[in-house]
């Protein structure tokens, strides 16, 4: 994308956090986010190209979390993925859903941001 300010690249994701390191452990062990940094402020997180930026906040506001963002991920082995989120405190937000094209689940993780899973009926899409 080119503007007249130059072209202009989403840098990352950022996720407002009260523990950083509990949601790293998180977001590698039950999501398998690849960890670049991690620290009692700072965290970077990788899933394939895509970066996420884990940054502490003090406070009940800042870290108040609702619907959005929502990280969706596709998964393998929907069921393994969903076992594993919930043993390390997520929680499913509704039913899992089987749409023809696969299946779809929601959940809060124990930060209280939202993920999406989506298990493709085919798999070369994940």
């Known amino acids: 994308m080119t503007s007249t300010a130059g072209r202009i690249v989403l840098k990352n994701v950022m996720l407002l956090i009260k523990d950083v390191p509990k949601s790293a452990t998180f977001y590698k062990e039950a999501l398998g986010c690849r960890v670049n940094f991690v620290n009692e402020h700072w965290a970077e997180l990788e899933s394939g190209h895509i970066k996420i930026a884990l940054n502490r906040v003090e406070g009940e506001a800042p870290a108040t979390?609702?619907?959005s963002p929502f990280l969706c991920f596709n998964v393998e082995q929907m069921d393994k993925v969903i076992y594993?989120?919930?043993e390390m405190?997520?929680?499913?937000?509704g039913p899992i859903k089987?749409?023809?094209h696969g299946k779809i689940a929601s959940?809060?993780?124990p930060d209280?941001?939202?993920i999406g899973l989506y298990e493709p009926v085919d798999r070369e899409d994940v």
């Open 98 to 100: 089987y749409p023809s």
């Open 84 to 86: 594993k989120c919930i």
């Open 89 to 93: 405190g997520a929680s499913l937000d």
């Open 65 to 67: 979390t609702g619907y």
């Open 112 to 114: 209280g941001h939202m």
């Open 107 to 109: 959940l809060r993780a």
